[in-house]
């Protein structure tokens, strides 16, 4: 992956970006993995601005070092920072990417940035696990899900969402905030793929559990993971089409 080509989540990311965000675009891009994405988004003249932020030295540096390789430091601000730390008032930030962690860790950058009040209206998030606790937050904080997107990328998934501040908060169901509203209206193969993965996943966890012992015959906390798992199972499979094999 470079700034002339990126990999397929972030490509979407990016188209995200460009379909939702309000021009001129001015992105800050939390945690930017050497600041490909605001790279890329500005050689093609599809945002005005960035600002790559990044926690750690390293990335940091790489941050900038690409930017300066790319010569794009009067677009492109890189800051060490924690989160939208790396915000200040005079970028005009109008757009967020959060992209490549746990839905956990993007959940606790966008509630600091909530409390701060620096996170814009037009929020393009990829977690790479728990991506039901980003919905949840999001639908707490009055921001509705635009679109949402699965991405394949050999063999490991990924999920896009792109997400907007409104007035109103929105009213997902609890069905909704595990698979997405978008998802259940749309699925697709992908979707039906990281569902039935999911499906097997959750069928192994069960039969260890059981592991030749009876419900009745399990202590308390045993029996209460039991009832968690088979609940998830349940749920999945009033989702997912079963025509399609399990993978």
């Known amino acids: 992956m470079n700034i002339e080509r990126l990999s397929q989540r972030l490509e979407q990311v990016a188209q995200y970006i460009v379909q939702y965000g309000q021009d001129p675009i001015r992105l800050a891009d939390i945690g930017s993995d050497h600041a490909y994405l605001p790279c890329n988004l500005l050689r093609n003249k599809q945002i005005e601005f960035a600002v790559a932020g990044e926690v750690v030295e390293g990335p940091y540096l790489s941050a900038v070092r690409q930017v300066n390789e790319s010569r794009l430091q009067d677009k492109i601000t890189v800051r060490l920072a924690d989160g939208f730390a790396a915000v200040e008032d005079s970028d005009a930030i109008n757009t967020a990417a959060i992209c490549g962690m746990g839905g956990g860790l993007i959940v606790s950058i966008l509630e600091a940035g909530y409390q701060a009040g620096k996170l814009p209206k037009l ?62 209206t749309q699925k697709g193969s992908i979707f039906e793929d990281y569902w039935h993965n999911e499906l097997n996943h959750h069928y192994y966890i069960l039969n260890q559990l059981f592991n030749g012992v009876e419900y009745e015959q399990m202590a308390q906390d045993r029996k209460a993971k039991v009832d968690v798992i088979q609940a998830e199972i349940d749920k999945i499979e009033e989702v997912i089409d079963y025509d399609k094999p399990l993978i």
């Open 123 to 184: 929020l393009v998030l990829q977690a790479n696990t728990a991506v039901a606790k980003v919905r949840a937050w999001l639908q707490a904080h009055y921001y509705h899900i635009l679109n949402e997107c699965f991405i394949d990328e050999k063999g490991q998934f990924y999920e896009v969402i792109v997400a907007q501040e409104q007035a109103e908060k929105a009213a997902y169901s609890d069905k909704e905030i595990m698979f997405g509203p978008i998802h259940l």
